[in-house]
Structures are given as C-alpha cells and as structure tokens.
T-cell receptor, first 114, second 115 residues
C-alpha cells in the first residue's frame, strides 16, 4: 500500500521555465512533508519541508505548496536550471510513535534541458 | 567535516554469506536509519534506532540485523536469509525530535551486489 505517491516518473522542462513536481498521500496522520533531491549513486539531499499548519513554504527558487483537503503537495522550482536535473523524492512523517519515520514516494526524475 | 560516512561504496556478496555495511555519523544525532532503494522505487525503511542500545524494525526488516552500541555507529548486516540483497543501501541520521521535526540526513550509500 503506497501511502505516498508520485505519479509522474519523469518530467522534462526547459531551462528558465517552471518545474512542478507533484505528490499525493493517503494517510491523514501525516503532518510533516519533505522534499529530497538525489543524484545517481549519491544519498538524497534535503531540499525543503512544510508542516501541515502551513500551506506554503518558500526557500529561494524552491516553493512547496500543501493542500491538506486534497492530500496533495507540490514542489515548484523557478527558474529551472540544468543543475536541478535529478530525482526528487517526496516524503512524509506523522504524529506520535510514527513521528520519527519517513515514508517516501517513488520519485520523479527531472531533466532540465538547455 | 560533519557528516555521515558509509563504507564500503561497493560490496559484493557470495551466496550464503553475511556482509556488514558500516554507517558512522559525527553530527551528534540521536536517531539513525537504514533504507534500501531498488530501481524505480522509493526508499524503504529496513531498521531504525532512536537511541543507543535500542532499535526497531522498519517495513522490510526480514533478512537484516542491526546493532546500536554507540551513538555514532549503526552497522547493518545483510544475512544469508535475505534472498534478494542486490540494492543501493542508504544510512541516515536525524537529531532528537524537536520543533524542527524529522529532517533526516543521508550518507552517500553502499551498492551491494550478489556474485
């Protein structure tokens, strides 16, 4: 049962344009969401996060939006740069005993073209 | 430099052999985690430890074992009972739960293959 879903395995965007990566979740106990970026043969790098008490969090070129009623979050990258080409993972954690565990999506491979 | 060090980078296992993957962190983090990544899949949690001398099974613990004798170290043993061990293994750590919630920091990974 995939509790965190990234339905687009890949995305291609032109340099300078906006990249939008989507993530859906099913577990209503999730209250904290993270995005990680991963290059091949390397570990994931933390990018940005958002708590369920917010609907938007911005950090430079990266903005994460959370729609709790739809159980949907998205990562916007503006403007996209070639160095953004990587696999992006969405992750979620919940309350109480599960607070220390992260559940990951399957990832979206972003390719930024010149 | 503070960080998480995984070794070796590449590891080969023979049939029936146990192998141990090393993970060391000097971030003074309380919690440590082991994940497995297979092609086209997300990261799946094998084991995690929130404090020294304590650990819990994750979603796919069968065929694996861990120990947490020191705060900075969390080795993972892939036993012969793990029938499909070929994967990319990632170790992570995070500070004690706080207002900042659970941001996990990852090592560079170990790629395990079966001979």
């Amino acid at each position: 049962d995939q509790q965190v879903k990234q339905n687009s395995p890949s995305l291609s965007v032109q340099e300078g344009r906006i990249s939008i990566l989507n993530c859906d979740y099913t577990n209503s106990m999730f209250d904290y969401f993270l995005w990680y970026k991963k290059y091949p043969a390397e570990g994931p790098t933390f990018l940005i996060s958002i708590s369920s008490i917010k609907d938007k969090n911005e950090d430079g070129r990266f903005t994460v939006f959370l729609n709790k009623s739809a159980k949907h979050l998205s990562l916007h990258i503006v403007p996209s740069q070639p160095g953004d080409s990587a696999v992006y993972f969405c992750a979620a954690s919940g309350r109480g005993g599960t607070a220390s565990k992260l559940t990951f999506g399957t990832g979206t491979r972003l390719q930024v073209t010149l | 430099d503070g960080g998480i060090t995984q070794s070796p980078k590449y590891l080969f296992r023979k049939e029936g052999q146990n192998v141990t993957l090393s993970c060391e962190q000097n971030l003074n983090h309380d919690a440590m985690y082991w994940y497995r990544q297979d092609p086209g899949q997300g990261l799946r949690l094998i084991y995690y430890s929130q404090i020294v001398n304590d650990f819990q099974k994750g979603d796919i613990a069968e065929g694996y074992s861990v120990s947490r004798e020191k705060k900075e170290s969390f080795p993972l043993t892939v036993t012969s009972a793990q029938k499909n061990p070929t994967a990319f293994y990632l170790c992570a750590s995070s500070p004690r739960q706080s207002v900042a919630k659970n941001i996990q920091y990852f090592g560079a990974g170990t790629r395990l293959s079966v001979l």
